[in-house]
């Protein structure tokens, strides 16, 4: 079967559309809940997190895990660590990285995952080559 002919079958057996209910709503945790749900999934799936109060601290947590030799890069402009480099032309200029800190748009309480589009990480290969 062509996918030409599964998509068309897949278009022509839709469900019927529903309306969503005019008062939908949904009540939030308050902002420490969803750290707490969060951090309990870190800890479910075998992940270290430490929670920092500032650059500087997160900074002395980085010196005092790594020799000053290792290759550190951070994408965070405040980080002592920060690199500004441009796209690479070839991603394997990466493959020493030790650690590369980079800063994510939010975090999913649900599964412990982070959301992080690549104009704030340069390159795609940069968080999963160190």
């Not at 062509?2 to 209910?21: C, H």
Request: net charge negative; glycine share 4%.
């Amino acid at each position: 079967m062509s996918g030409e002919k599964i998509l068309a079958g897949v278009l022509n057996n839709q469900p019927e559309k529903l309306k969503l209910p005019a008062d939908l709503k949904f009540k939030s945790p308050d902002r420490e809940e969803l750290i707490i749900g969060f951090v309990n999934v870190l800890i479910l799936i075998v992940v270290k997190m430490i929670r920092i109060k500032c650059i500087e601290e997160m900074d002395k947590y980085i010196s005092d895990l790594y020799k000053p030799s290792d290759r550190i890069t951070s994408t965070i402009p405040e980080s002592a660590y920060y690199t500004d480099f441009p796209m690479p032309d070839d991603p394997h200029q990466f493959k020493d990285i030790e650690l590369a800190v980079l800063k994510p748009h939010f975090g999913v309480a649900e599964n412990g995952a982070v959301w992080i589009t690549e104009e704030r990480m340069v390159n795609r290969v940069l968080p999963f080559i160190c």
